[in-house]
T-cell receptor, first 111, second 113 residues
Framework: QKEVEQNSGPLSVPEGAIASLNCTYS??????FFWYRQYSGKSPELIMF????GDKEDGRFTAQLNKASQYVSLLIRDSQPSDSATYLC???????????FGKGTRLSVIA | DAGVTQSPTHLIKTRGQQVTLRCSPK?????VSWYQQALGQGPQFIFQ???????QRGNFPDRFSGHQFPNYSSELNVNALLLGDSALYLC????????????FGAGSRLTVL
């Protein structure tokens, strides 16, 4: 059974710091990796996705993928209180297989 | 550009009843996926529709069924509701060519009493 594991948190960081969110997955055949942000009571919104090993940057967000270690992370630079949310990691085996989501990590950015 | 719209936003049912949830995908999207998100959990895949056919299905019983219409909108039906069906039901649309890049709707929160 495909599994995606995340630390449930809460992860607390001071405003302006770097928040590091981690995710591991069980299926070595996984090809696509997504990070979604979900505010309390709202639906998930896509932050970014990554397909290849290494880093991918988009503004204050950097996704890091290490397929050998089956590990993907999300770094948020200059964290803001508005970044406080639950961050969901999702993994797909191929372009058309359904995403498997982790339970999410709750991030709290303290002003 | 309208995103994914879902209705109703909230509903309360009793055990044994049936419910229908509706979803209109984002303009230009042709694939609709349904997810169930229980409190404190990540979304769980129910099924995916493309070209009016169920293309993939997750580990959900036959009480969960769906439909996609020619205009790409979709319905999720749940029969014989159980207390454990209480959850946020999320519809996500995408392009068949990039089916894993999902855009989620606001969800329908179902409470079963």
């Amino acid at each position: 059974q495909k599994e995606v594991e995340q630390n449930s948190g809460p992860l607390s960081v001071p405003e302006g710091a770097i928040a590091s969110l981690n995710c591991t997955y069980s299926d070595r055949g996984s090809q696509s990796f997504f990070w979604y942000r979900q505010y309390s009571g709202k639906s998930p919104e896509l932050i970014m996705f990554i397909y290849s090993n290494g880093d991918k940057e988009d503004g204050r967000f950097t996704a890091q993928l290490n397929k050998a270690s089956q590990y993907v992370s999300l770094l948020i630079r200059d964290s803001q209180p508005s970044d406080s949310a639950t961050y969901l990691c999702a993994v797909g085996v191929s372009g058309n297989t359904p995403l498997v989501f982790g339970k999410g990590t709750r991030l709290s950015v303290i002003a | 550009d309208a995103g994914v719209t879902q209705s109703p936003t909230h509903l309360i049912k009793t055990r044994g009843q049936q419910v229908t949830l509706r979803c209109s995908p984002k303009s230009g999207h042709d694939t609709v996926s349904w997810y169930q998100q229980a409190l404190g959990q990540g979304p769980q895949f129910i099924f995916q529709y493309y070209e009016e056919e169920e293309r993939q299905r997750g580990n959900f019983p036959d009480r969960f069924s769906g439909h996609q219409f020619p205009n790409y909108s979709s319905e999720l039906n749940v029969n014989a509701l159980l207390l454990g069906d209480s959850a946020l039901y999320l519809c996500a649309s995408s392009l068949a060519s990039g089916a894993n890049v999902l855009t989620f709707g606001a969800g329908s929160r179902l409470t079963v009493l």
